[in-house]
């Protein structure tokens, strides 16, 4: 077993002597763990900061990782203390818009440690714009490249007795200088090649699944994307859905034909008009992989285990 574990000086005090004070971590790690005659394998790299290059299982690869954005990754949207608009105050786990295909990373990684089947990271998060970009015609709100955001995951391949799930586990921490009435959470995404064409939605009170138009958009039941065969899916569940207020949404789903890549994602929003409290703000994301029928099988034992 391959034990890594790699720290920022300044900000977590592990291994500084092996490293310098003023070392970096690498964000490159592997963690596996057997499934189904196959592993599933995950990869990290330095070029996204640390956040998840690749997820592969029985000679497929799940993500379409091109830019800064398309990863299985975490990211927020904060309306700033005026009018919500999405992605002019986004912090983002692997990096920014500018950074493109770019072999570097605007966000820094502070902190990884990969052991077997378990990931942890703490990230800085580069704001997607910069200052002076826009997105759709609106203009970016942050003043800063890098935000003060910082973004904790824990992920590991396995849950319970299910070895299909990963746990994905995240916490946000939002800092005491800035003022918002708006907050939403992408606890994860997961940008996928076009070949997993087929959109399901999960009933939990059936336990059947039913096709799901391309929205896009979000709706209130987990999503499962597949490929036509069946043979290769990834579903999303989490038992903290729906965010208070929020009951029709929660699990999105996109088709982007130009750059030939599907999506989906798990969101959680908070809404003050008194201000959303700085603090750390954590949500549990169980993402499953797998033939088409496992993944279903596995969501009905989730769902099952919540009631």
Not at 159 to 175: E, G, K
Not at 204 to 210: A, H, K, L, Q, T
Request: charged share 20%.
């Amino acid at each position: 077993m391959e034990i890594r574990i790699l720290c920022f000086a300044a900000t977590v005090s592990l291994c500084c002597a092996s490293f310098g004070q003023d070392a970096r971590p690498t964000g490159d790690a592997v963690i596996r763990a057997p499934y189904s005659g196959s592993e599933i394998v995950i990869t990290t790299t330095s070029r996204l900061a640390g956040a998840i290059d690749s997820l592969k299982w029985a000679g497929q690869e799940f993500i379409d990782s091109h830019d800064h954005g398309r990863q299985l990754q975490s990211a927020s949207n904060f309306d700033a203390g005026s009018k919500m608009i999405g992605e002019t105050f986004n912090p983002t786990e692997a990096g920014s818009r500018f950074d493109g295909a770019g072999p570097a990373s605007s966000s820094r990684l502070l902190h990884i440690v990969a052991d077997g089947n378990t990931l942890q990271t703490t990230s800085q998060m580069a704001f997607w714009l910069r200052p002076g970009e826009k997105s759709a015609g609106h203009p970016a709100k942050n003043t800063t490249e890098l935000s003060n955001h910082l973004l904790t995951k824990r992920v590991t391949i396995g849950y319970r007795d299910m070895p299909n799930v990963l746990q994905y586990d995240v916490t946000f921490s939002l800092p005491v200088n800035e003022r918002h009435r708006y907050a939403q959470f992408e606890a994860v995404t997961g940008y996928m090649p076009e070949k997993f064409s087929s959109f399901y939605a999960f009933d939990p009170s059936s336990g059947n699944v039913e096709r799901l138009s391309d929205g896009p958009g979000e709706q209130s039941k987990p999503v499962i994307l597949a490929t036509e065969s069946g043979l290769h899916a990834m579903g999303i569940y989490s038992r903290q859905q729906p965010s208070p207020g929020f009951a029709q949404a929660g699990y999105g789903r996109w088709r982007f034909e130009r750059p030939r890549v599907v999506k989906w994602n798990c969101v959680f929003r908070l809404r003050d008009s008194d201000g959303v409290e700085p603090g750390d703000y954590s949500y549990r994301c169980l993402v499953v992989v797998g033939k088409l029928n496992a993944v279903v099988t596995t969501m009905v034992k989730l769902h099952a285990e919540n009631e």
